[in-house]
């Protein structure tokens, strides 16, 4: 055409000039985003034609409302399916344990461009280390959960489930519901500073404790839901919203209190009795592993890596716990009978008193079972994603080309009726020591190499809190308010969790 940018800015002067010149580079960068949208669009549409999906919007994506929506998926499409989280933003979903334990049998990294939302918040911990350094951390923080540790925790646990119980002793209960998920989500925020981070004080009745709480529950929600917006991809956009706003807000908070908790601890350790009692230990808790960790250059953790770790364990250690015993309590309120066998057996092992050791813990089979059952139809973390490294063929023959994200719903697994006949019903018998199902039918604690770290100090937790509680209450549900579970980084309920408990004689 003859026509350039040059040629244009010499005949155009003064301010019009200039906003034409604008315009113009602002066009061509929106055809080009245009153009490279399209493309690949159309390449993910060839490359992945032998997955199934239902329809979508070419920009908005599936609009996933809720978890039943995966469930018709799941019942629909056999193995896997796509999700389409916006226009060229797509993954692929996965609910046969043939094809999750292919991708867990792997060393994929977690996928950046999802997890990399949560980076400012919890920094580069296990939960988003990658390569050697993940290998390294891994090392070094597993003698934190060997079972020398864990068994005197059982006791700090138990103390601070107490607590909670206590204080729903003072509430009245029976005739009004109460909202369990705040109360237990303080409660199993107080075992793990108490646990992991040698924290002397009682997160249950600490107001900056309550903050960290609420700051996390904000977290859950805003990075889901930035996870699910073309508009929110760009960071200073993002940063310049209200979600961006409160997010970073969100963060400072979770912050205080990490560096709240690692500052206390420096402090203990500076008195000699301290730091000669830990000397001795034959192995040392989460946070003094950390601040005593030497990596193989011979330095210390950085400052960096040292938050990043307290800041990951911090989130999972209590919050993927307590949405797990909320949703137990509601298993078990919806179904007196096996909440009655369980009471049966508990009593039988403890009486009635409230003292709980670690050998009692693999005395309760059936407590278990329902455990079990309620961590399948309600599994704390829906959904892990990972991206593929190099191409992978499944079982059945389809094939995915490197740089592909393949979420593994978890929630779908646990629901899927080819492994669970009837997957809605609760149904303990399940899990019976004679039963028998696939290695990858059941992950709560997700599988291969990057299993969740502390899944023997959630199951503990688990057990202490579910013994503890039905030796002095009756769990009911409210008819009136029945959860909806919905889908955040953590499961969680839209209206709540809702029960009324019924004080035991």
């Known amino acids: 055409m003859g026509f350039s940018l040059l040629s244009l ?12 010149v604008v315009f113009v580079v602002c066009l061509f960068l929106v055809l080009f985003k245009a153009v490279q949208f399209y493309l690949r669009r159309q390449w993910l549409l060839k490359t992945l034609q032998t997955f ?86 891994r090392r070094m923080l597993t003698p934190a959960f060997h079972y020398d540790i864990l068994k005197p925790y059982v006791r700090i646990m138990a103390d601070s489930v107490n607590t909670m119980l206590n204080r729903w002793e003072k509430l009245d209960g029976q005739k009004c519901s109460l909202e369990i998920f705040h109360h237990i989500s303080s409660m199993t925020l107080d075992t793990v500073m108490k646990c992991a981070f040698s924290h002397q004080g009682n997160a249950q009745l600490d107001e900056n404790s309550r903050s960290y709480t609420k700051a996390v529950e904000d977290l859950n929600s805003l990075v889901f839901f930035r996870m699910r917006s073309v ?96 949703w137990i309590f509601y298993a078990l309120a919806t ?53 593929l490294n190099t191409p992978v063929t499944f079982p059945d023959g389809r094939s995915l080309p490197k740089g592909i994200i393949v979420a593994i719903s978890i929630y779908g697994l646990h629901h899927n009726p080819s492994l669970w006949p009837n997957p809605k019903v609760f149904d303990p018998s399940r899990f019976a020591p004679d039963s028998s199902r696939h290695s990858h039918a059941f992950l709560p604690f997700s599988g291969g190499a990057r299993n969740c770290i502390g899944k023997q100090f959630a199951m503990n937790e688990l057990k202490v809190a579910v013994a503890l509680t039905l030796l002095r209450f009756e769990l009911l549900p409210d008819p009136t308010r029945v959860p909806v579970p919905i889908q955040r980084l953590v499961l969680k309920s839209k209206n709540g969790i809702y029960l009324r408990l019924k004080k035991l004689r």
């Open 335 to 387: 179904h007196p009978e096996h909440q009655q066998r369980c009471r049966e057996e508990v009593q039988s092992i403890l009486g009635d008193g409230t003292s709980i050791t670690w050998d009692h813990l693999d005395q309760m089979p059936y407590t278990t079972m329902c455990i079990k059952e309620a961590l399948r139809l309600y599994p704390p973390v829906p959904s892990v994603s990972r991206e």
């Open 52 to 137: 199934p999906s239902t329809p979508s919007h070419w920009l908005w994506g599936h609009q996933l409302k809720d978890l039943e929506q995966i469930l018709t998926w799941v019942e629909k499409f056999p193995s896997a399916c796509l999700q389409w989280l916006s226009g060229s933003n797509v993954r692929v979903l996965l609910y046969d344990p043939d094809y999750v334990k292919l991708i867990l049998g792997r060393s994929d990294p977690k996928a950046s461009s999802i997890y990399q939302l949560v980076a400012p918040w919890i920094g580069y911990g296990l939960l988003l280390l990658n390569g050697k350094k993940w290998f390294q951390h």
């Open 231 to 326: 508009f929110y991809a760009n960071n200073t956009v993002y940063k310049m919203s209200s979600d961006g706003r409160l997010f970073h807000r969100a963060c400072q908070l979770a912050h205080e209190h990490t560096d709240g908790v690692i500052k206390m601890r420096k402090a203990q350790l500076q008195n000699e009795g301290e730091l000669e009692k830990v000397r001795k230990k034959r192995r040392l808790d989460f946070l003094d592993i950390l601040l005593f960790a030497k990596m193989e250059d011979g330095n210390s953790l950085s400052d960096e890596d040292l938050r990043a770790e307290v800041d990951t364990f911090m989130f999972e250690g209590h919050d993927t716990t307590a949405s797990g015993i909320s």
């Open 9 to 20: 800015t010499r005949n155009l002067g003064g301010v019009s000039g200039f906003f034409q």
